[in-house]
């Protein structure tokens, strides 16, 4: 699965609201951030065959401010498997990972 990583222009860090998630570098705006992902060699390859993404988002109904008090950013998956967007499946790529 793709991972996010640091970049020159981020200047602040979401935090997950799920807790599933690590933190996450952003560069951010009032509205919106911007994070920057890496893909593994076997996800550039299947990128390459598909042509598609998928992301996975966490929702939440209400979303309150972050315990000290900054912003929450809700948990994003990158990933060129879709098994892993649809079947939620990089849980269990996580644990055999560890």
Same mark, same amino acid.
């Given at each position: 699965?793709?991972?996010?990583?640091?970049?020159?222009?981020?200047?602040?860090?979401? #935090? !997950? +609201? /799920?807790?599933?998630?690590? @933190?996450?570098?952003?560069? %951010?705006?009032? *509205? #919106? !951030? +911007? /994070?920057?992902?890496?893909? @593994?060699?076997?996800?550039? %390859?299947?990128? *390459?065959?598909?042509?598609?993404?998928?992301?996975?988002?966490?929702?939440?109904?209400?979303?309150?401010?972050?315990?000290?008090?900054?912003?929450?950013?809700?948990?994003?998956?990158?990933?060129?498997?879709?098994?892993?967007?649809?079947?939620?499946?990089?849980?269990?790529?996580?644990?055999?990972?560890?």
């Amino acid at each position: 699965m793709a991972r996010s990583v640091d970049f020159p222009e981020a200047d602040g860090t979401a #935090s !997950s +609201v /799920s807790g599933s998630a690590g @933190d996450l570098r952003t560069k %951010q705006y009032p *509205n #919106s !951030s +911007v /994070s920057c992902w890496e893909l @593994d060699d076997e996800e550039l %390859q299947l990128i *390459n065959q598909t042509r598609r993404i998928w992301v996975r988002t966490d929702t939440f109904d209400e979303l309150k401010k972050a315990p000290d008090g900054g912003r929450w950013q809700p948990t994003m998956r990158v990933t060129a498997r879709k098994e892993h967007a649809i079947n939620d499946q990089w849980r269990e790529d996580k644990k055999d990972a560890e």
